[in-house]
């Protein structure tokens, strides 16, 4: 998958993105505003041409203004769950799947970001996000959360810069005096 952004000066974020579906021959073309669901095109193809479209995406998207965010533009979202148990049991990790597959779905689909992995660890279920947008995706998140019956009141929130070593709490359902992903 390809994604670049733009940013519009008074409009906010866009994104464009293409990806080949192996399994239904298709080129799949997403794009809109960040935060938003967007447009798709599907277009039939071969493997061979989609690899030809996808080799040329980013110079016709480059022409529109659009580009890859650099790193330090991108934000780390962690979703934490508190276990009773420190590797987790059977539930702990269908929420980790669960959770996962939505968020992925949820952000994705918005052009705000994606799951980059989940870890159960020392009583407690991380679930990592590469995001643009930290405002959004956290907003994002909750809905994803609510809406799917996730647990949204036993979730904490976390976000940190790309260079920054600690995550700041962005939600919890109860107070937290210390945060920590270990």
Known sequence: MITLYKQIETKGLYYKEMWYDNTDKIIIEHSGKVGYVGTVVKTNMT???????????????AKEG????????LCTIVV??????????????????KVSEYLSDHLCWRG???????????GKLNIYCIVVDEERAVSAIKTCLKTYRLDLTHAIIAARNWDDEDFRVKYSHKPINDFSVI
């Open 112 to 122: 705000i970001g994606n799951v980059d992995s989940s870890v159960i660890d020392n």
């Open 80 to 97: 934490q769950f508190l276990l009773k148990s420190k590797e987790g049991n059977k539930r702990d990790k269908w929420l980790r799947d």
């Open 66 to 73: 659009y580009e890859e965010l650099p790193e330090d533009q």
């Open 47 to 61: 493997q061979e041409e989609a690899r030809t479209k996808l080799l040329n995406f980013k110079s016709v998207c």
